[in-house]
């Protein structure tokens, strides 16, 4: 009822369900099935004000740059659209790009917060606006990377922090 666009109207791609959510959903005008290129849209998604999106993510790498689709070799991501959400998060009035993640895997032996990925880039840095753990979150929106290193070190798991203290002082050696 207050979005500037699509005003009283509930956009969505897809609708998974049963036979009583298609039967709500028929000829409900208060319902309105989009492609992708609309619900998805970075453009479209930021003329809503205060826009917050959550994405997951894999790891994180000390700079910023984000992983959501692979683990060693096993590949779990899927299409979708990350960057898009990112992008329309960070680009609204008001709004935030939120990447989630535990701060550990593999009953906490392994950090996910990283000196490396080790798996492809799926956000880059530049698109990332904050990241959050169960140890709080790291807002790296226009941060130079010695500053976003700080700050993803301060909510990585304790037991990872100093390890990655010392992976980043290459990064702060070159003092942006």
Partial sequence: ARKK??????????????????????RNRE???????????????????NLVTINSAMEVDLTGQVNAEQSGSAYLGGTGGQVDFVRAGARSPGGHAIMALPAT????????????????????????DVVVTEFGAAELRGRTLAE?????????????????????????????
């Fill in 105 to 128: 895997a593999k009953n906490g032996t392994v950090s996910r917060i990283t000196a490396a990925l080790s798996g492809p880039v799926t956000t880059a840095r530049s698109e990332v």
């Fill in 31 to 49: 319902i309105r099935m989009c492609t992708t290129s609309y619900t998805h849209d970075a453009g479209v998604l930021a003329q809503l004000e």
């Fill in 148 to 176: 976003r290193s700080r700050r993803l070190i301060a909510i990585a798991h304790p037991d990872f922090r100093d390890a990655l203290d010392r992976e980043a002082h290459v990064i702060r050696q070159r003092g942006f």
């Fill in 5 to 26: 666009i699509d005003r009283g109207v509930s956009i969505t791609g897809a609708l998974i369900g049963t036979d009583r959510l298609y039967g709500f959903a028929h």
